[in-house]
């Protein structure tokens, strides 16, 4: 775990927004949106929404600002719930060939299903790249 070390949390642009600090990518931020009870991280959008769960970055908000966050609610926007659909399916597919080949290479993971997905999935920890090669963690 990252002791000591707080992520930065600030507020967003618009009301009931607040931007938090990606543990794994600092200085990249995740919005979380208190009012829709959401937050765009990898873990998020792929699982805990489907539960009503919340992620380490909506706790931190509810935490920081002493603010209650909705439980149990999707992506309010359906073109944001439609991508975040691709989104978990691409990551499924992706999970599933590494699973399949063992070790796979990076190159042919960000042109079968895109950087983002890899990227993405970098950063919540399900795989890992090491010298180009990825494998499941
Ligand atoms: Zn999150």
């Given at each position: 775990?990252?002791?000591?070390?707080?992520?930065?949390?600030?507020?967003?642009?618009?009301?009931?927004?607040?931007?938090?600090?990606?543990?794994?990518?600092?200085?990249?931020?995740?919005?979380?949106?208190?009012?829709?009870?959401?937050?765009?991280?990898?873990?998020?959008?792929?699982?805990?929404?489907?539960?009503?769960?919340?992620?380490?970055?909506?706790?931190a908000?509810?935490?920081?600002?002493?603010?209650?966050?909705?439980?149990?609610?999707?992506?309010?926007?359906?073109?944001?719930?439609?991508?975040a659909?691709?989104?978990?399916?691409?990551?499924?597919?992706?999970l599933?060939?590494?699973?399949?080949?063992?070790?796979?290479?990076?190159?042919?993971?960000?042109?079968?299903?895109?950087?983002?997905?890899?990227?993405?999935?970098?950063?919540?920890?399900?795989?890992?790249?090491?010298?180009?090669?990825?494998?499941?963690?």
């Amino acid at each position: 775990m990252m002791a000591g070390k707080k992520a930065g949390i600030k507020k967003g642009k618009k009301q009931g927004q607040y931007l938090v600090e990606s543990s794994h990518s600092p200085g990249k931020f995740y919005t979380v949106d208190i009012n829709r009870g959401s937050c765009s991280c990898p873990q998020w959008l792929f699982r805990m929404h489907h539960k009503g769960e919340k992620c380490k970055h909506i706790l931190a908000v509810e935490q920081k600002y002493h603010v209650k966050v909705k439980e149990g609610m999707k992506a309010a926007n359906p073109k944001q719930e439609k991508k975040a659909k691709i989104k978990e399916s691409k990551a499924k597919e992706l999970l599933e060939f590494v699973r399949k080949s063992k070790e796979a290479d990076s190159m042919t993971l960000i042109n079968k299903f895109g950087d983002d997905t890899v990227d993405e999935l970098i950063a919540s920890g399900e795989i890992v790249e090491e010298h180009g090669r990825i494998r499941l963690l």
